[in-house]
């Protein structure tokens, strides 16, 4: 085989954001907006990587030199996961990647994340190593880390492993949920955040108050577990009460903001079972859980705020093989 082209679904944090990071489970879902990467053998032991959607064309570089600064803004993930791979599983020759995703990386919906398990996909199937679903998530994981020195990895299982699932910090437990619908309603604020500031401001929380935040982490993870058998039995009363609860824990980390608890208040009077946000905070999305009868007035309402809607499909499919 000498190219191959392979899709990762991005992903939407339904509980348990920020406590995953802190040893704790949370529940995440693999959603319909994908990214699509075709990997290409050539005979020059360099890596060329075009991403046109975020200006890159034709970024080259030899294999020798990868994870050596200068590293193109925007390349990075494909480039340590390129480099992972290839330390891990040596090859000869050189790497042609192009990427493309349906989505907007402004969404903060784990394009980075999706590109790495893409690219570790992709290198498995074109050099024929086979490799599991953990250990493509290993890699791809180490690739964050290596990027962004920090997360849980929750992303990276979305992308890796697709469906729903409960995930706990690094991948100590991965396990698929029985999940058949979600009501999901997403609203965009508009606003971009940055993750890593965010988790450096909740860190200088918990060194100050240690006991308070450690604990609130604490009964997060209760929430996840209660919600855990609520989402697998439709319970769609509890899973709401259960999100307003995470949400006042997000609130009490101070990882809210007037925009999100706006379009959050907007959602709820609305009559949502249910809407926190998804994710770091501060911007990128809120969610919300509403019936089919319920789902216009509450998607109107969440726009009444100035937030976007973004019409988006739940429990999707995992990393795969395109034609
Ligand atoms: O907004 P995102 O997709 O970067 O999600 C961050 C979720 C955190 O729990 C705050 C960090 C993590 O890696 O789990």
């Not at 348990?16 to 290409?40: F, K, M, W």
């Not at 999940?179 to 929380?205: D, F, M, N, R």
């Not at 990128?284 to 089919?292: P, R, S, V």
Request: glycine content about 8%.
């Amino acid at each position: 085989m000498s190219s191959i082209k392979v899709s990762a679904p991005a992903k939407l944090m339904l509980f348990g954001e920020h406590s995953v990071v802190h040893n704790h489970p949370c529940i995440v879902t693999a959603v319909d907006q994908r990214l699509y990467l075709e990997a290409e053998k050539i005979i020059e032991p360099t890596f060329v990587l075009d991403a046109p959607q975020i200006g890159i064309k034709n970024y080259t570089k030899p294999i020798v030199k990868l994870r050596k600064n200068p590293i193109k803004p925007g390349a990075a993930f494909v480039e340590f996961a390129v480099s992972n791979f290839l330390r891990s599983h040596k090859q000869l020759g050189g790497i042609r990647i192009k990427t493309k995703s349906n989505f907007s990386s402004k969404f903060g919906f784990g394009s980075s994340s999706a590109a790495a398990v893409a690219t570790i996909a992709a290198l498995s199937k074109l050099y024929n190593v086979a490799l599991t679903k953990k250990q493509i998530f290993d890699l791809a994981y180490m690739t964050v880390l290596d990027v962004q020195r920090a997360g849980s990895g929750f992303d990276v299982a979305a992308a890796v492993y697709g469906g729903t699932i409960y995930f706990t910090t690094g991948g100590k437990q991965i396990i698929p949920l029985k999940i058949t619908s979600l009501p999901l309603i997403v609203g965009y604020t508009g606003i971009k955040a940055s993750t890593t500031q965010i988790l450096h401001q909740t860190e200088e929380k918990e060194k100050k108050y240690p006991k308070l935040i450690t604990t609130i982490y604490k009964n997060i993870e209760e929430i996840v577990d209660e919600a855990k058998t609520a989402l697998e039995k439709k319970n769609w009363k509890n899973v709401g009460d259960l999100m307003n609860i995470n949400q006042g824990y997000l609130e009490a980390l101070g990882v809210s903001s007037p925009k999100l608890s706006a379009m959050i208040y907007a959602a709820r009077e609305a009559g949502a079972y249910g809407a926190k946000l998804s994710g770091a905070g501060v911007g990128d999305c809120m969610i919300a859980l509403g019936n089919h009868n319920s789902k216009f007035i509450i998607q109107n309402s969440i726009k009444g705020t100035g937030g976007q809607i973004i019409n988006v499909k739940v429990n999707e499919p995992g990393v795969r093989v395109e034609k």
